[in-house]
């Protein structure tokens, strides 16, 4: 009845005070005691905030000059810069990798996605990444790293004994400590030390030791035999020791790591692949804007030249409708000379923001290379051998085949039982002190001095061995991995061969862009000559019988076929470099390398040290399982098929390297693919002829172009 009562009353006070405190919907009626202090209440929980990070602006940022506009009329040095020169100044400041097509866009992922641009981090990064779906190979080979745990606990507890002695307080006192060596081998075995030391005291009197030491030294070994085991899976999956499963698949071995690293860097080189040709453009693009301008420039002096003269004759033999006609013009010739002259400021920023240079540093930067103006007809054949070969894409999804090709291997590993060997063997200790002093408790055994005297004696000992197996039945998550695998295996060959026939239609496209450009620069370099002679006649005439619109729509006509033959012939260019980008061969056309920079003198050390130690080993029992196959080669592992005939050039990763040009191919010059080569019928005009100029405006070009204009730097400005 009394223990009913106690637990009514606990009960009754539990549902008293989760009334009081859950039942409660107004807040307390709080009285505060003093004088409040000064604070301020905010009332709001969120707000824009600045993080503290202390940095300082780039110098190119912080120190640069203002930009080049049309208002400034200071004098600026040209800077001739090569094609080579802007591309080599690209690359030397590509840590963060630059996009040309993004620059001045609102999704532009420098700004927006930072940490999804490319940059020569990337490889690195992942080198050393450690987390599911992206560990490096350091992470993956720590899997094998030797392991040490250890744990000491201390305890005491007194209690009282219901006894016929009396109320006797019982006190005892305990210790534990355990350490702990596990190493697991490449082929998935685990190798395990363990030394165990258990301490217990007591105050009861009725015992032979009232202090005793025991534990043991242990030497276990667990060797999958069925799934997880040998070296192939450890390599790909990690061992199954470590496996979790749905989180971690067999995605966790070291040569998956490997290939995720070659992903990377077959995705780094796609985006030196674009910087390239976004450089490449941006050059040529600058080169036009100069052309431009200076037929612009050359129109202008025409049209000035034509409205003096029907400023002088206006009411005499012309009207003044002529007068105002060829004023007109003229405005319309300056507008497109202030036009042009901002286009390559803005052409030149682009070229600069890909360079990485300031913005301005006092110099306007002047292409000093001349387009191509021969006729190049590639070959068939061996582009395409070349871009199924050398596109990175490919390269990259065939990675990925070889990842999940791989992953299904260890896969089909797993859909066998888990049977593991397990073996053991322990020496035991025993004593009533740890080590020993010299004394011993009455009544004791002589032989157990202390507790290490008869643990390293080995007196004691004990082994075990036997099997461990694990049997899902049905192995239905198993074969739901390995059927998974085999259906991301088949859209990864499809996916493969949708590539092919994509690189293969760009490539065709690009074919068609090279024969185009360069047949519409033919015509419009036709278009220009009888352009400039329609002029030379009219100017011929005297303007006699001619009116003052006949000229100036000749003039016109004069400007703008120029301008048509230098944008096809920088167009042909472009679909020159388009070519090599679109058969993979645009980095080593720009003589090119990806290669990996120097490590520290103590990794040298280390990994000569690593080898001479592999040198001196024994040769292993099972070769087989010691090397598995290789996985990855320095040439193509299989080559495109080509019809009969045709040129196909395979290039080896150790063949000799020309610095100063392209690499030198080691193949019978009889093989080569036969390029031919039509120069454009074009023969620049002397440079005191104003229908054309051979070449970007220069200083000295500039100053002979004076005519009664004041002169800014090389450019022009009315003064009227």
């Known amino acids: 009845m009394f223990i009913r009562k106690q ?3 606990f009960v009754a006070l539990g549902v008293t005070c989760l009334m009081i405190v859950g039942c409660r919907t107004a807040p307390l009626d709080v009285t505060y005691h003093g004088e409040p202090a000064e604070n301020d209440y905010r009332g709001y929980a969120t707000t824009v905030s600045f993080p503290t990070v202390d940095t300082v602006p780039a ?11 049309v208002r400034d009329e200071s004098h600026f040095d040209l800077r001739p810069v090569s094609l080579n020169e802007a591309v080599e100044t690209a690359l030397k400041n590509a840590q963060i990798i630059r996009s040309g097509g993004q620059f001045l866009s609102p999704g532009n992922s420098l700004l927006v996605n930072p940490n999804n641009v490319s940059s020569v981090y990337d490889p690195a990064i992942q ?26 606990v201390w305890g005491r507890n007194e209690t009282v004994q219901n006894n016929f002695f009396g109320d006797e307080v019982l006190s005892q006192e305990t210790a534990q400590m355990q350490a702990t060596l596990s190493k697991t081998f490449a082929y998935g075995g685990t190798l395990q030390f363990q030394h165990n030391v258990n301490y217990g005291g007591t105050s009861n009197t009725s015992v032979i030791y009232p202090s005793t030491y025991t534990g043991n030294l242990v030497a276990s070994y667990r060797q999958p035999l069925l799934a997880g085991a040998g070296t192939e899976f450890t390599r790909i999956a990690g061992p199954i020791s470590q496996n979790f499963g749905g989180i971690s698949g067999v995605s966790q071995g070291v040569v998956i790591a490997r290939i995720n690293n070659d992903i990377t860097i077959a995705q780094f ?25 200076n037929t612009a420039a050359t129109a202008r002096d025409a049209v000035e030249g034509t ?17 105002a006609q060829a004023r007109d013009g003229l405005y319309s010739a300056r507008a497109a000379v202030m036009n042009t002259r901002s286009q390559i400021f803005t052409q030149e920023t682009r070229l600069r923001r890909l360079m990485g240079l300031p913005v301005n540093d006092g110099t306007i930067l002047q292409p000093s290379d001349e387009p191509v103006s021969a006729e190049i007809v590639p070959d068939w054949s061996s582009s395409l051998g070349d871009a199924l070969m050398k596109r990175y894409e490919l390269r990259q999804q065939k990675w990925n085949i070889k990842s999940f090709q791989l992953q299904l291997t260890a896969a089909e590993s797993l859909t066998q039982p888990q049977l593991d060997l397990l073996a053991s063997w322990q020496t035991n200790g025993f004593g009533d002190n740890l080590v020993n002093n010299g004394s011993a408790a009455p009544f004791t055994n002589p032989r157990l001095k202390s507790y290490y005297d008869t643990l390293l004696k080995g007196q004691e000992q004990g082994w075990g061995i036997g099997v461990q197996m694990n049997v899902p039945i049905g192995f239905r998550s198993a074969k739901a991995q390995v059927q998974n695998y085999e259906l991301r295996l088949a859209k990864a060959y499809r996916v493969l061969a949708e590539q092919e026939k994509e690189i293969a239609q760009e490539l065709a496209v690009a074919f068609q862009e090279v024969a185009r450009t360069y047949s519409a620069a033919l015509e419009n370099y036709n278009r220009y000559q009888a352009a400039s002679q329609n002029v030379d006649l009219l100017m011929r005439d005297g303007g006699q019988t001619l009116t003052i619109d006949f000229v100036l729509r000749a003039q016109q006509r004069l400007a703008d076929a120029e301008v048509q033959y230098f944008s096809s012939l920088i167009e042909y260019n472009k679909s020159l470099a388009n070519l090599q980008y679109r058969k ?15 490590w520290s003198g103590e990794s040298y050390q280390d990994a000569a040290r690593v080898s001479e130690g592999r040198s001196y080993a024994m040769e292993p029992v099972f070769d087989k399982y010691a090397e598995p196959a290789p996985f990855a080669s320095s040439v193509p592992f299989s080559t495109p098929y080509i019809e009969p005939g045709s040129y196909l050039f395979q290039g080896d990763a150790n063949a000799p390297f020309n610095p100063e040009g392209a690499p030198i191919i080691q193949d019978d010059d009889s093989a080569q693919p036969t390029v031919e080569e039509q120069e454009l019928p074009y023969n620049p005009p002397p440079a005191s002829e104003r229908t054309t100029v051979p070449g970007p405006p220069t200083t000295t070009q500039a100053a002979t172009q004076d005519r009664g204009v004041e002169q800014v730097g090389f450019w022009k400005r009315f003064g009227r």
Do not use: C, Q
Not at 127 to 152: H, I, K, N, Q, W
Not at 307 to 323: F, H, I, S, T
């Open 269 to 293: 080189e796609g985006s030196l692949n674009n910087l390239v040709k976004d450089v490449e453009d941006a050059y040529w693009d600058l080169y036009l804007a100069y052309r431009n301008f």
């Open 7 to 9: 637990l009514r009353e």
């Open 59 to 69: 110098p190119e940022v912080l120190y640069t000059m203002e930009p080049h506009t």
């Open 127 to 152: 080198e050393s990444g450690v987390l599911f779906g992206g560990r490096g190979v350091e992470a993956a080979l720590a899997a094998f790293d030797t392991t040490f745990s250890t744990s000491m």
């Open 307 to 323: 409205w003096d003269v029907a400023n002088k004759r206006a009411g005499r033999d012309l009207l003044p409708a002529d007068e």
């Open 584 to 598: 993979g061969m645009l980095l080593e056309h720009n003589n090119v390398r990806i290669m990996e920079g120097g």
